[in-house]
Nanobody, 120 residues
Framework: QVQLVESGGGLVQPGGSMRLSCAPSGSIFSVNGMGWYRQTPGNQRDLVAT???????NYADSVKGRFTISRDNAKNTVYLQMSSLKPEDTAVYFC??????????????WGQGTQVTVSS
């Protein structure tokens, strides 16, 4: 069974940095687009950043210039480097990826979520 496993997260002071990582576990064929989303209580899950297999990126306006998404295709891993963190970045961060379990069969998966808290 394929799962997306996230790591990173925790408590960081305003202005600090943090890196999140996410990779699939289980048997897979390939991974296409990957991304990060975040959600606060009572609100919808919002896009933070996405990256295609070829490396094209897209960011929410609120994180442009502060967050960087990247990936290692050899490891099927996506990273989110967060800098100049603000209290309003506090949220549960979810990894998302389009994973092919065979050449023609793909599904979109979500990670379990990791809490990021920005507070002094």
């Amino acid at each position: 069974q394929v799962q997306l496993v996230e790591s990173g997260g925790g408590l960081v002071q305003p202005g600090g940095s943090m890196r999140l990582s996410c990779a699939p576990s289980g048997s897979i064929f390939s991974v296409n687009g990957m991304g990060w989303y975040r959600q606060t209580p009572g609100n919808q899950r919002d896009l933070v950043a996405t990256i295609t297999r070829s490396g094209s990126t897209n960011y929410a306006d609120s994180v442009k210039g502060r967050f960087t998404i990247s990936r290692d295709n050899a490891k099927n891993t996506v990273y989110l480097q967060m800098s100049s963190l603000k209290p309003e970045d506090t949220a549960v961060y979810f990894c998302n990826a389009e994973i092919y379990v065979s050449r023609f069969t793909g599904f979109r998966y979500w990670g379990q979520g990791t809490q990021v808290t920005v507070s002094s």
